[in-house]
Every structure is written in structure tokens, then in C-alpha cells.
């Protein structure tokens, strides 16, 4: 009854992403330390410490996901990307210690998108990584399950702080499971309100009709 | 599904009421309703009890779990044990909210039974939790769980199949090449 008729394309977790989602657009501009393996000729003007006309070889930058994505082949070796930190070893060992304690939201609010992205560009170490992800999925998700499902009608901000996107949206499907229940017990279901829709329909006056 | 979708499942359950008014046997396409006498209980569903009550033309007698002493055994009994023990009734809380609401002065200790009620469905909705976060901690791919209400479901319906998504993604990331080449239809 309450299901809205329009459906925002969700992010594609996994190693694919959803080209029409806003998220998986917004995850692309992410950008990922890179180091040219070969020269760019006259696009100096994109790196701006150095003032020469090509990029040399061997120059490191800081480019988006998206243009990583589509200049990532395996036979020409155009770029080689590494790994952001919190997907390497030392972060990787905190996260296995403790998935709790981190906050995601300031590592990148894509933790586990860009993470599952990632694993595109053939690194050595992408099992790890894969398994690091799912690690502290689970292990953040009794937190989440307990937050979403107990706090009602008050401050999420201070819950929702510290949760990466991907658990920010499964954060708002416990929280209407929880105030459909709630709101059901407290017999407001039964209550016809007005649609917001038509709350913000200004009555338009016979006379303004008429004229 | 809405928790009101959840309530008019439960009103086809059936509750004994007794009629101040006689009528003949009804025939309705859900089945039949017997003949009312004044003063003789009936069997009816609750959706017509309800509707009965509000135009004062019966007296609904409550169900015989909505007992003071046995919903206290029952809420010991839930407390005990780790698994679930069998509801009071498979609609345990719909039929609790509307014969409470609607008709608390045919029902002694309403007050107590609300309270009673409510500490059951506390204690079975954190052993949901607990399950579906050992679930999710060992990766099972089933689980089974018996004498769940609806109702119980629904509230983690959402929650839950959101989280296996999610963490079923996850999974496929550790199998590159399995699922590449997929593509979503829009």
C-alpha cells in the first residue's frame, strides 16, 4: 500500500555496477592512486605539479574510477592502479580485528562498493580483499540490525554516522519494517491522512479559474 | 506487506461471541455462519465479531489462550527455551491489538494481558534477531525456524532479504568470472 510507484535503480554490489543508479555514478568518482606506464602525450595540462606539455611514463596521479575502468587493459599497459590504503594489508588487519570500531563513512563512503570495484583491476591481492569485504560485512551487521530495528522516532544521526552507503540503505529498511509495525500498533494505519502530494496543491480560487 | 495486511489475514480467524439478536443461517462465500440465537454462542469470524460488537448487538468472549496464568506460562516457557515455542495463536498479536481495542470490557485483566502479550512478542523478536544474526554469520545458506507468526516475519521481512542481497554480492566477488557478462534489463 505504501510502495511508491517510482524506483530508484539500486547500486549493483558486486562487480558490477548498475549504469543507471546515482550511486554507482556518484561511487565512480572516486579516485584511485595511479602511475602511468606510458606517455600521454600533450596532457600535461591535466596534472598540474608538473608544467610539461605530455604526461611522462611513470607519473603518479590521482585519477576517477571511471576513467581507471575504461583504461585498464591487460595487454597495452596504460595505467597500473594500486590500491587505495584501506584496502591494503594494514588496514585489512583492523578490519578482520574489529569491523566495529572503524568508521566507514570517513573512509570513503563507498567502503564496500569501490572495494568490490576493485577487484576489476587484477591485483594480486584481490582474494584477500574480496574476503576482507565480506568479513566486515557480516561482522558489522549485527550493529546495524540492532540499530535499525530499536530506535524508533528518535536522532538517527549519530547511529548513521559511521555506516558506509551500502549499510545506510539496509539502515532504512529496518527502520520502515519498524515504524510500519509501530505505527500499525499505535492504530495509525487505519487513519486516512492526506497524500503530501495534494497537501501542496494550493486550492486555486473560482475567480482566478474563471479570469 | 503492510502490518495491515498482516491484521486482515488474522480477522478471518474465529472467536465465539454471544448474539443478543437471532437470525437465520447465513451463507456467505467464505463458508457458512450458523444460526443465531440470543444468548447461545456462535462461532464467528472476526471481522464480523468486531463489526457485531460495534453496533452492540453481541458479547465477544475471549479466546482460551488470552488467559492471565497461561499467557504467563507461556511467556516462562518462551524465556527458557532457545528455540520457539508455539505461539499462542498464529495471529497472537493482530487478535490481541483488536479485541483489546475494540471490546477490553468482555475481556477481564485486559490491562494484564496487554503487558503479557507484549513481553512475548519482546522475547520472541529478539531470538529472531539472534537467529538471523548467527544466519548471517555463518553464511547458511538455509534455516529453518518453526512457530514464527506472520506478523514476526514481516517486521525483518525487509531487513533480512536486503542484507542476504547485499551479502550474497559480496560472495560473488569471491568467484571472479562467474558472473561477468551480466547484465541488468531496464
Given at each position: 500500500?505504501?510502495?511508491?510507484?517510482?524506483?530508484?535503480?539500486?547500486?549493483?554490489?558486486?562487480?558490477?555496477?548498475?549504469?543507471?543508479?546515482?550511486?554507482?555514478?556518484?561511487?565512480?568518482?572516486?579516485?584511485?592512486?595511479?602511475?602511468?606506464?606510458?606517455?600521454?602525450?600533450?596532457?600535461?595540462?591535466?596534472?598540474?605539479?608538473?608544467?610539461?606539455?605530455?604526461?611522462?611514463?611513470?607519473?603518479?596521479?590521482?585519477?576517477?574510477?571511471?576513467?581507471?575502468?575504461?583504461?585498464?587493459?591487460?595487454?597495452?599497459?596504460?595505467?597500473?592502479?594500486?590500491?587505495?590504503?584501506?584496502?591494503?594489508?594494514?588496514?585489512?588487519?583492523?578490519?578482520?580485528?574489529?569491523?566495529?570500531?572503524?568508521?566507514?563513512?570517513?573512509?570513503?563512503?563507498?567502503?564496500?562498493?569501490?572495494?568490490?570495484?576493485?577487484?576489476?583491476?587484477?591485483?594480486?591481492?584481490?582474494?584477500?580483499?574480496?574476503?576482507?569485504?565480506?568479513?566486515?560485512?557480516?561482522?558489522?551487521?549485527?550493529?546495524?540490525?540492532?540499530?535499525?530495528?530499536?530506535?524508533?522516532?528518535?536522532?538517527?544521526?549519530?547511529?548513521?554516522?559511521?555506516?558506509?552507503?551500502?549499510?545506510?540503505?539496509?539502515?532504512?529498511?529496518?527502520?520502515?519494517?519498524?515504524?510500519?509495525?509501530?505505527?500499525?500498533?499505535?492504530?495509525?494505519?487505519?487513519?486516512?491522512?492526506?497524500?503530501?502530494?495534494?497537501?501542496?496543491?494550493?486550492?486555486?480560487?473560482?475567480?482566478?479559474?474563471?479570469? | 506487506?503492510?502490518?495491515?495486511?498482516?491484521?486482515?489475514?488474522?480477522?478471518?480467524?474465529?472467536?465465539?461471541?454471544?448474539?443478543?439478536?437471532?437470525?437465520?443461517?447465513?451463507?456467505?462465500?467464505?463458508?457458512?455462519?450458523?444460526?443465531?440465537?440470543?444468548?447461545l454462542t456462535a462461532d464467528v469470524p472476526v471481522w464480523l465479531a468486531l463489526n457485531?460488537?460495534?453496533?452492540?448487538?453481541?458479547?465477544?468472549?475471549?479466546?482460551?489462550?488470552?488467559?492471565?496464568?497461561?499467557?504467563?506460562?507461556?511467556?516462562?516457557?518462551?524465556?527458557?527455551?532457545?528455540?520457539?515455542?508455539?505461539?499462542?495463536?498464529?495471529?497472537?498479536?493482530?487478535?490481541?491489538?483488536?479485541?483489546?481495542?475494540?471490546?477490553?470490557?468482555?475481556?477481564?485483566?485486559?490491562?494484564?494481558?496487554?503487558?503479557?502479550?507484549k513481553d512475548i512478542w519482546d522475547t520472541r523478536v529478539a531470538k529472531l534477531r539472534l537467529s538471523a544474526d548467527s544466519?548471517?554469520?555463518?553464511?547458511?545458506?538455509?534455516?529453518?525456524?518453526?512457530?514464527?507468526?506472520?506478523?514476526?516475519?514481516?517486521?525483518?521481512?525487509?531487513?533480512?532479504?536486503?542484507?542476504?542481497?547485499?551479502?550474497?554480492?559480496?560472495?560473488?566477488?569471491?568467484?571472479?568470472?562467474?558472473?561477468?557478462?551480466?547484465?541488468?534489463?531496464?
Open positions: 500500500m505504501d510502495t511508491p510507484s517510482y524506483f530508484p535503480v539500486p547500486p549493483g554490489v558486486g562487480m558490477e555496477d548498475n549504469f543507471l543508479s546515482l550511486d554507482d555514478i556518484l561511487l565512480s568518482q572516486e579516485r584511485l592512486p595511479v602511475r602511468t606506464e606510458c606517455v600521454f602525450p600533450r596532457l600535461g595540462f591535466l596534472e598540474k605539479s608538473a608544467d610539461s606539455q605530455d604526461i611522462a611514463e611513470g607519473s603518479k596521479m590521482e585519477l576517477p574510477l571511471w576513467l581507471c575502468k575504461g583504461l585498464h587493459e591487460k595487454k597495452r599497459k596504460v595505467l597500473s592502479v594500486e590500491l587505495p590504503k584501506i584496502y591494503k594489508e594494514g588496514w585489512r588487519t583492523v578490519f578482520t580485528a574489529d569491523p566495529n570500531v572503524v568508521d566507514l563513512h570517513k573512509m570513503g563512503p563507498y567502503y564496500y562498493g569501490l572495494g568490490s570495484q576493485m577487484l576489476h583491476f587484477d591485483s594480486p591481492e584481490n582474494p584477500d580483499i574480496a574476503k576482507t569485504l565480506l568479513q566486515t560485512f557480516i561482522g558489522r551487521f549485527r550493529r546495524t540490525m540492532d540499530s535499525s530495528q530499536n530506535a524508533y522516532n528518535e536522532d538517527t544521526s549519530a547511529l548513521v554516522g559511521r555506516l558506509d552507503c551500502l549499510e545506510k540503505v539496509l539502515f532504512r529498511s529496518g527502520q520502515n519494517g519498524l515504524n510500519g509495525f509501530q505505527d500499525w500498533e499505535k492504530g495509525q494505519a487505519a487513519q486516512l491522512t492526506a497524500s503530501s502530494l495534494v497537501l501542496n496543491y494550493r486550492k486555486r480560487k473560482l475567480v482566478d479559474v474563471q479570469s | 506487506m503492510d502490518p495491515s495486511e498482516v491484521e486482515f489475514l488474522a480477522e478471518k480467524e474465529f472467536v465465539k461471541i454471544i448474539p443478543n439478536f437471532s437470525l437465520d443461517k447465513i451463507y456467505l462465500i467464505g463458508g457458512d455462519l450458523g444460526p443465531f440465537n440470543p444468548g457485531l460488537k460495534q453496533r452492540q448487538k453481541c458479547r465477544i468472549l475471549p479466546p482460551e489462550w488470552m488467559d492471565v496464568e497461561k499467557l504467563e506460562e507461556m511467556r516462562e516457557f518462551e524465556r527458557k527455551e532457545d528455540a520457539f515455542t508455539p505461539a499462542p495463536s498464529p495471529y497472537y498479536m493482530e487478535l490481541t491489538k483488536l479485541l483489546l481495542n475494540h471490546a477490553s470490557d468482555n475481556i477481564p485483566k485486559a490491562d494484564e494481558i496487554r503487558t503479557l502479550v544466519f548471517i554469520r555463518q553464511q547458511e545458506a538455509h534455516a529453518q525456524l518453526d512457530n514464527l507468526t506472520l506478523m514476526e516475519i514481516n517486521t525483518i521481512r525487509e531487513f533480512l532479504l536486503d542484507s542476504l542481497n547485499c551479502m550474497y554480492k559480496l560472495r560473488s566477488n569471491l568467484q571472479p568470472g562467474a558472473t561477468k557478462g551480466q547484465f541488468a534489463d531496464y
